[in-house]
């Protein structure tokens, strides 16, 4: 499992999520979304294109990272939900809190 | 580091048997799901569906085992026993801690999803799997996946 950092075009910061976000890395996901607003970052995308599952704790770290995002005047925006992944979020009514892309690609456009 | 599995006999019944002991150790949750994944793929292959849903019900399961249950105390042990024929799946992850009530954790209000941190787990584990059960002193959840 690995995040991964990248920019994007239109001063994006998009940050991918390889395999997993559970209780053992959520943590790893919030200190990469704080370095990049403490860089200056105001645009974030969280790509879960190669994530095969997410569990409770990710969900919560999610809500949070999303909150601080916000309190910094940023916005955050989700891509790459696989079908079983969007299902959860669906569940779990977290669908109306984030903006969901079906891809990376799509979530750039008019970023 | 990988996990050593002991196979445990079960008479009477076509399917397979397994049993995995897990550290109290939140950064190794990943890797034992992955090994107890395997376990299930003895039963047969597993769809990208069951897949999905085994990882997610089992790494809740160990989370809440090691972070309520076991306190995080490194000291004890997750067990987990895996059942698994050509029809169904089932978990019983067990925590040597007190136990709870199930019954008593509160329901997530709609007006809470947009707003906690926490509380979602049993919740996920009740939608995912087809049936959830809990032994008296609430310190073992059994979790059954149907394949189809």
């Not at chain 2, 040597?96 to 509160?106: A, Q």
Request: with cysteine; aromatic share 6%.
């Amino acid at each position: 499992m690995a995040i991964t950092t990248s920019r994007a075009a239109g001063d994006v910061t998009v940050v991918t999520v390889e395999g997993q976000l559970i209780v053992a890395n959520r943590q790893d996901l919030k200190q990469v979304i704080q370095d990049a607003l403490d860089g200056g970052a105001r645009k974030l995308l969280i790509d879960f294109g190669p994530t095969a599952y997410i569990d409770s704790s990710g969900l919560g770290a999610l809500v949070s990272i999303n909150k601080k995002v916000r309190e910094q005047g940023g916005e955050l925006r989700l891509a790459g939900l696989n079908e079983d992944l969007r299902s959860l979020f669906e569940l779990t009514k977290l669908d109306t809190l984030f903006v969901i892309a079906d891809s990376a690609t799509r979530a750039l456009e008019g970023y | 580091m990988g996990y050593p599995v002991r196979r445990l006999p079960l008479p009477g019944h076509g399917g397979q048997r397994f049993q995995l002991r897990v550290p109290t150790d939140l950064s190794q949750v990943g890797e034992a799901v992955e090994a107890i994944v395997d376990c299930c793929r003895a039963g047969g292959a597993l769809s990208p569906r069951l897949r999905f849903r085994l990882r997610t019900v089992t790494a809740e399961a160990l989370a809440n085992a090691m972070s309520y249950g076991n306190r995080n105390n490194p000291a004890r042990w997750v067990t987990v026993e895996i059942e698994v024929d050509e029809n169904e799946i089932t978990l019983a992850v067990t925590d040597e801690g007190l136990g709870f009530e199930p019954d008593r954790v509160p329901p997530l209000r709609d007006s809470d999803h947009h707003e906690v941190t926490s509380g979602r787990g049993l919740f996920m584990i009740r939608h995912l799997a087809e049936q959830v059960t809990f032994n008296e002193r609430g310190n073992t959840i059994w979790m059954t996946l149907t394949r189809h």
